[in-house]
Structures are given as structure tokens and as C-alpha cells.
């Protein structure tokens, strides 16, 4: 008896995936739980277990090929006779269409209504906002309705306006390669995390009236209070000191200030949020990611570098969950590890404002009258000014200047 091998529970809003690499080929012996595939969403990549052991028997979604919830992925036949399927390549091929239909029918099943609920309110307003009928999206909630999730992650996929394949039709196609050029180009099908990395940010650029606001940090008070503690800390704690804690209080205490920097705008309404959820922006070989520190407000400095380690580390090793990407509510995004000086990060849309550390470097800089050389760092905040007023963000951008460069101010919740 052959145990099916299907596409799990993806997370809120995730509707589809990619097959990215199978780690196994037919006739191959797996053992329960052991990874089989890696699927790539638009969010996460992650892997699916084998849900029984025995001889992978079949492959049914080959890698690259984009497949629903609940998709049949391939088979699992019992014991270790992998030799069944091999020998006869005609009777394996036959039921391949067979196999294949299930996968083809996933999305023509999930394209139709699936309930006579009308949408939740907030799902009805961005549906009416973003042009798009309820009969096309596929609602979670209860009875199959439509949720705000739901249309997000519709609007998310492309299902937009009826003008967006007509402006996708307009968009200038690349021109022909040199002849002597064509033969040492590479063509690579882009991820599903790269095309959504790409749509996400120009769509905060098309959306949000994004401006950003400059200002520099003395960053020798930080840095002596880490040299004079980093080992004792380390010692206690079981992790390094760095930087990222002190800016994420320096962050969390400036929100709690200025709300506006904190809130997101959902159609006409401000949405105002009573916590700080702050994401990380981190750098993989597959691109960028932003887990999400919940309640960053709430925790010391020592419980924001220890979750940032569990985060950083998942999101080296593609393990990051659904849970750990969502409910941002501001991004830090540190340029500087990179060596970069000075620029203009990119909204997380929906969010209203991003702050972008850079490269500490030694600096002339006068302080009580006297040149003295200091480790400046430029700091950048993009906000949303149709939310965010200058005063706002100028002010908010000084709060965690103060903050850093007197760090007392975190421990005194000044």
C-alpha cells in the first residue's frame, strides 16, 4: 500500500508553492519524518517530511512547478523494494497523467466559490479597493468566507485589477542580445521569494508617499558599555553582546513616543498599534527575509539578542516558521554589516516606517568646542508621510539618537 506525499498547511494566506529541489529520487529508501523536498512559498522556503517510511516510488510535481494546498507530490511505497518501479518503466509511466490530474484539478477546485458567505467587512473594502470580485478569491474563515487575509494574499498573487495584464503588456520588452553576448548570458527563473522580495517593494513605492529623514550617531557610549561588558554578559546570558539590542530599545522606546511611526493605514482608517512587533531584516542566499521579534517592548536587551540569534539562525538555515515573519509593526535593517555608509531603505509595506543602520567609522566631529575623533554612524528612517508627519519622523529619528548615545536612558526608560 502506497502512502501519498502531499502539500502541507503552508500558514495564513499561503495558498500555493513551489517545488524548489527534491532532496530524494524514485526508488531512493526514506524513513519517516526524514526531509523529502524543500517547497518555496512567498514568504518562507520550508521542508516537507516523509510521512511514512519505506521506497519513494513516484515523483509526481517535478522541481519548478507551482502546486496548491493539499497537491499530491509523489508516493511512498512500503518496504524497501525500490526495484518495483524501475523495472517497469512502461507500467511507470502510464498512470503519470493519471497522477498529474489531481495537482491540475488543486487550483480549478480552489478557483471556485466555495461559499454564499459574504466577505468579512475589512476583506469587503480592500476587494472593493483593489478591483477584484469575492468569487475569485478563496476564503478561510468559517463556511469558506472571505477574510482580509484572503485578499491580501490574492492581491499578493497578481489577482488585481483587470488593467494589470494590459500594464504588464505595456512594460518594454528586453531587447535582443548581442550575438557575440547571447552564448555567455545565464537565464534563471527567479524564485517565488524573489518575485514577491520585487513586487512587495515596488508596490510600497507605488503606494506609500515615501520620504527619509537623515541624522548621525555618537556611537562611543554603546560601544564602551559593550567592551566593558561583553564578557560578564556573555557569561550570564549564554550570548553576545551587540548591537542590535540596544537599537531595538533605543526603537521601542521611540514608538511608544510617537505612535504614528508605529500604526498602518487599512483603506481609511489609522490603525494604531499598542505593541511593537519589530522585524530584522536579514540577508540569506535566497534573499531577504524579516523575522519579527514580538513584543520587542517587553523584553531586556538580553532577551532581544537572544531571540535575534534564533531568528538569524533560522533564516541562514531556511527553517524560519510562518509565525516568525508575521505581525511586524516597524523594520531596523542593518546596511552597515555590508559596509555600507549611507541609504534610503524601502518601506515593509504596510508598515509606515523602516530605520536603516550603516558602518560605524572613525569621524572629526566637534564636541564641547574640540575636534576629537568619534565612531559616527548615519542613521535613515523611509516613513509613510501620508501618516507620518516631518515633525514626526525628525522626532522620532532624534528619540534614538538620544537614546544610543546615552545609553542609561534605556535602562531609566527615559
Partial sequence: MATEIRVPTLGESVSEATIGTWFKKVGDTVNADEPLLELETDKVTIEVPAPSSGTLSEIVAKEGETVGLGALLGQIAEGAG????????AEAAAPAPAAEKPAAEAPAASSAPSSSMPPAPAAAKMLAENNVQAADVDGSGKRGQVLKGDVIAAVNRGLQAPAAPAEQAKAPARGPSNAADAPREERVKMTRLR????????????????????????????MDLRTKYKDVFEKKHGVKLGFMGFFTKAVTHALKELPAVNAEIDGTDLVYKNFCHVGMAVGTDKGLVVPVIRDADQMSIAQIEKELGRLAKAARDGSLSMADMQGGTFTITNGGVYGSLMSSPILNAPQSGILGMHKIQDRPVVV?????????????????????????AVTFLVRVKESLEDPERLVLDL
Avoid at 565612531?375 to 507620518?388: C, E, K, Q, T
Wanted: hydrophobic share 45%; charged share 25%.
Fill in 82 to 89: 525500490a526495484s518495483a518501479p524501475a523495472a517497469k518503466p
Fill in 195 to 222: 518575485q514577491t522580495i520585487a513586487k512587495r517593494l515596488k508596490d510600497a513605492q507605488n503606494t506609500a508617499a515615501m520620504l527619509t529623514t537623515y541624522n548621525e550617531v555618537d556611537m562611543k557610549a554603546v
Fill in 368 to 392: 564641547g568646542g574640540q575636534i576629537v575623533i568619534r565612531p559616527m554612524m548615519y542613521l535613515a528612517l523611509s516613513y509613510d508621510h501620508r501618516i507620518v508627519d516631518g515633525k514626526e
